[in-house]
């Protein structure tokens, strides 16, 4: 079964190193505000044979080493369709994601998995809706993401299934890094798209549930739902959205009190890549 | 060339880039120095930097930078039982890095790091050829000690302290011996970013930086688990004294097709971007390590064209400036520490 | 010229000016009365070609049509852009095959922009030259690895832009001869190897 195009070394009986001496990191506690979300860092042009890449990092925990978000995007095109393909009157888009096998605390294969299969599906069509497709009629454009650098350091983070809400941050995160680099492509698009989260977090117990934006799964005892969304905030749309979870049954907040939360999410995201955006334009011409 | 006479620059480089860099190569005009399509000097490389520890995941990253190309490189060790190793033997002690598959480098180019390099297919023959020959040089160059891999675990002194199913193997050998338990295995992951030429000087740099920067956790057997546990404090560092360097140049012959007799005319043109790699058809590659002072050099390969010869290869002038391009590559390395 | 109200640097989404007020130039597009950014670059204002003085149509009380609007665009400067080959510009094409009917080509530079990404074309037999096209042989036209300057008669189907050479300017520009040398042109049909002496039939495109 194993790949015989890449080193696959001793096989599946290598085990990652289990520690007994606990986390050095004590309990970890949201210290922003509810509403604040983390700062970003965003740089265009990493990759200077693409047509258009970026780079966008989501900070750590304050105090905390490491375990920010590391993302890195490139776009290709538009260029000519395969030979194959059909005749389109429009740009065709095509969307992969790919975690680095040293992204997350358990060492990925390079086999595309379900996670990521997701991710590059509610990528494309986060992205569909912001792109102006029939000013490129019959060519294609590739996007590929790459993440670098996921969440949850933490050992139990497996244990405690925390990924499974790791994967909103990372979309969130895949479709602001994906159009900043379409911006840097050139490519037509209505507005720029950005993601943004939110969850309603709750004590062990299951009380106490208020909604945060921009959650980091570890600093919360226990998530009962997340919304991630993809907004275009000047023509307040929503191209896409994804939401997982219960909300609890006497409705202390439906689910459009969630969406509406992460919209604001995705606006205080749109906020800061599009000053670095600016930045970066008017930095290279001045 | 009367046709080229009213086209731009930019055009002239797209349309016949072998032309464009003769041209550049051979400037008409004395005054002007020559020069490659790039800018560069005919000897100029890319200067290196190098980024350790950005990964939080990995024991050990670096990212390695040469112009545009960029590649990160991430180590992650996970743990092997001897039991679970097929083909163990105890009484190995030379060669367990090869014979157990202790070292595990892949490449990956399929990042969009340039836009003939997408996701969606199996490894390209690049991506193939350059993880093997990271492959290969790690295990000649001898960069690590088997040592640093071994996890021991003291066999029980008395018997009063072995319970049974362990007494029949302790009659084979000594009690209270010291026996190699486990093996760290290092998963060595080279993701490129950017990739603009000479991938392999970058990607070997990026594993020898990371591989530096990693440190593997205090390990020990639990007999009664069977599993190894690992501590969190005090990491060990892997002792990488050596510090090969891999420099890489092509030669440019100043002809098109292969068939035409070379002039004896080439310029060495050091650390290729990704068109001059595809303008000329020979590459030598030489892996050299000055740490302390002295010049050893690991290998030398080179394919495709008959110009360097033994004589050239082994010249004062090109042995220097492989020794410059070590001090570079050292620098970064070990100024990141 | 209200430039000073407009933001000088536009993200796509970027709201720059009332679509009363301005035309939509390249960049930009019109969504809810506005004209906004669908670039990420600078915002250029350009004048009407015709200034509207007080001169011309002082019997209209109609607001002023489009081509008195000033069109706002919006451009990345220092960088290029990838652009599409479009009906009725001159490009520049690699010659990669040959069939009998047709050449196909590989389309490298549109007006004056370098592309980065290789558009495939063909130009048929009948597109050739513009007169007795019936005479025309494809390869006493064309060879692989001529470089052609011709012009995009159609967007055509699914994997070509439809090329033609059927003018005095279009055709033939480099070419190398079997042997490998550069040639130069000699006459309106043939190319010459200043080495060898040998000349080689091809759709020779006027020097410019």
């Known amino acids: ?286 | ?337 | 010229m209200a430039t000073d109200i407009l933001p000088s640097l536009a993200i796509p989404g970027t709201i720059l000016g009332p679509a009363s007020k301005y035309a939509s130039g390249p960049g930009t597009h019109i969504y809810g009365g506005n004209i906004v950014s669908s670039l990420l670059g600078n915002v250029n204002v350009t004048a009407p070609a015709k200034a509207p003085g007080p001169t011309k149509r002082l019997n209209k009380i109609t607001a002023p049509s489009v081509e008195e609007l000033s069109t706002i665009s919006v451009i990345r400067r220092g960088r290029k852009r990838e652009v599409l080959p479009d009906v009725g510009n001159t490009v520049l094409a690699r010659v990669v095959r040959l069939m009998p009917k047709q050449a196909i080509v590989v389309i490298q530079q549109v007006g004056d922009t370098v592309l980065q990404t290789e558009w495939q074309g063909v130009i048929r037999v009948q597109d050739v030259r513009a007169t007795e096209q019936d005479k025309v042989k494809i390869h006493e036209s064309f060879k692989p690895g001529d470089i052609v300057r011709a012009q995009v008669i159609s967007l055509g189907d699914q994997a070509n832009y439809y090329l033609s050479t059927a003018s005095n300017e279009l055709g033939v520009i480099m070419a190398t001869s079997d042997v490998g040398n550069d040639m130069v042109p000699i006459s309106w049909k043939e190319f010459k190897d200043p080495d060898t002496g040998v000349s080689e039939p091809r759709k020779v495109a006027k020097p410019s």
Request: hydrophobic share 35%; glycine share 6%; net charge negative.
């Open chain 2, 1 to 337: 060339m009367a046709p080229e006479v009213g086209l731009s620059r930019s055009t002239f480089a797209k349309l016949s880039p072998h032309p464009y860099l003769l041209a550049n190569l051979e400037p008409s005009d004395d005054s002007i120095p020559p020069a490659r399509s790039n800018g560069r000097a005919p000897f100029e490389v890319r200067k290196p930097t190098v980024n350790l520890s950005s990964l939080s995941h990995a024991h050990g990253s670096a990212l390695v930078r040469t112009g545009d190309t960029t590649v990160i490189c991430g180590i992650r060790a996970e743990t092997i039982l001897t039991d679970h190793i097929p083909n163990y033997r105890a009484s190995n002690t030379q060669t367990e890095l090869a014979d157990y598959d202790l070292l595990v480098p892949n490449i990956e180019l399929a990042t969009g790091s340039a836009p003939q390099f997408l996701p969606g297919g199996p490894p390209t023959t690049l991506a193939q050829t350059l993880s093997t020959k990271i492959y290969t040089l790690l295990h000649s160059s001898k960069l690590l000690r088997a040592e640093d891999l071994r996890i021991w675990h003291n066999r029980p002194a008395e018997a009063s302290f072995a319970d049974e199913e362990e007494g029949a193997q302790e009659s084979e050998e000594k009690e209270g011996e010291k026996y190699v338990v486990a093996y760290w295995v290092l998963y060595i992951d080279l993701f490129f970013i950017s990739f603009d030429g000479n991938p392999f000087d970058a990607a070997w740099a990026a594993t020898v930086a990371a591989l530096r920067d990693t440190k593997l956790p205090q390990a020990r057997y639990d007999p009664d688990r069977e599993m190894i546990l690992c501590s969190r404090k005090n990491p060990k560092p892997l002792a990488v004294e050596s510090m090969p360097i891999s420099c890489t140049a092509v030669i440019f012959t100043g002809k098109e097709t292969k068939d035409q007799p070379a002039d004896g005319k080439f310029w060495l043109l050091a650390d290729p971007d990704t068109l001059e790699e595809s303008l000329c058809d020979e590459t030598v590659t030489i892996v050299i390590d000055c740490t302390g002072g002295s010049r050893k050099i690991l290998s030398i390969s080179k394919h495709g064209g008959t110009v360097m010869t033994a004589k050239l290869l082994t010249s004062k002038e090109f042995l220097d400036w492989a020794s410059k391009r070590w001090e570079d590559f050292a620098s970064a390395i070990t100024g990141s520490q």
């Open chain 1, 1 to 286: 079964m194993a790949d015989r195009r890449r080193v696959n070394g001793p096989g599946s009986s290598t085990l990652p190193p289990v520690y007994d001496d606990g986390e050095l990191d004590a309990a970890l506690r949201r210290q922003r505000a509810p509403d604040a979300i983390r700062p970003l860092y965003l740089k265009t042009g990493v990759t200077p044979s693409a047509s258009g890449s970026a780079y966008l990092e989501i900070e750590p925990r304050e105090g905390e080493h490491g375990s920010g978000m590391k993302l890195t995007c490139t776009v290709h095109g538009p260029r000519s369709l395969p030979r194959s393909a059909p005749f389109s009157p429009y740009m065709v888009l095509s969307t992969h994601v790919k975690f680095a096998p040293f992204a997350t605390k358990q060492r990925r294969g390079y086999l595309r998995d379900s996670s990521e299969k997701d991710l590059s599906t509610h990528l494309e069509t986060a992205l569909r809706g912001a792109l102006i497709a029939d000013r490129w009629p019959k060519s294609g454009v590739d996007v590929v993401v790459t993440i670098i650098e996921g969440e949850s350091t933490r050992q139990d983070a497996v244990e405690r299934r925390v990924e499974e809400w790791d994967v909103m941050n990372v979309l969130g995160g895949c479709i602001t890094v994906a159009s900043a680099a379409i911006a840097d492509a050139g490519i037509d698009c209505v507005d720029t798209v950005s993601g943004g989260v939110a969850a309603l977090v709750a004590s062990k117990d299951g009380k106490d549930a208020s909604i945060v934006l921009d959650p980091v799964a570890l600093e919360h005892e226990s998530i009962l739902a997340a919304c991630c969304v993809a907004y275009l905030p000047n023509r307040d749309e929503v191209t896409n959205l994804w939401f997982k979870g219960q909300l609890p049954s006497p409705a202390s907040c439906n689910h459009q009190s969630l969406v509406s939360r992460a919209v604001q999410a995705s606006r205080g995201t749109h906020g800061l890549i599009s000053a670095s955006l600016s930045e970066a334009i008017g930095s290279t011409q001045n």
